[in-house]
């Protein structure tokens, strides 16, 4: 099993920045792809982005293309969400979660807070 801890959540205005941080610990090795899922009050999980750890290959929610960046430090085992020009919309619980090379996403973080003000 892998575990994944969150960090770099919190208030942000409207334009700002912030970057999540998820490291990952455990079973982590053949480990396909990490990714970044967002969850806001009243609605479904959505999926954000994802990288794949061993070639970097990157894809991206259209409602963040541009704006949010997704990068992994092998060594570190951790994946970073850097989320630029951020918008209220963006406001909800964000969780990464890891994958080994099944359709599902297998280890889930517990998910951290991110708040844009307008």
């Known amino acids: 099993q892998v575990q994944l801890v969150e960090s770099g959540g919190g208030l942000v205005q409207a334009g700002g920045s912030l970057r999540l941080s998820c490291a990952a610990s455990?079973?982590?090795?053949?480990?396909?792809?990490m990714g970044w899922f967002r969850q806001a009050p009243g609605k479904e999980r959505e999926f954000v982005a994802l990288?794949?750890?061993?070639?970097?290959?990157?894809n991206y929610a259209d409602s963040v293309k541009g704006r949010f960046t997704v990068s992994r430090d092998n060594a570190k085992n951790t994946v970073y969400l850097q989320m630029n020009s951020l918008k209220s919309e963006d406001t909800a619980v964000y969780y990464c979660?890891?994958?080994?090379?099944?359709?599902?996403?297998?280890?889930w973080g517990q998910g951290t807070q991110v708040t844009v003000s307008s």
């Open positions: 979660a890891a994958r080994k090379g099944g359709s599902s996403w297998s280890s």
């Open positions: 990288i794949t750890w061993s070639g970097g290959m990157t």
């Open positions: 455990g079973r982590t090795d053949s480990m396909y792809a």
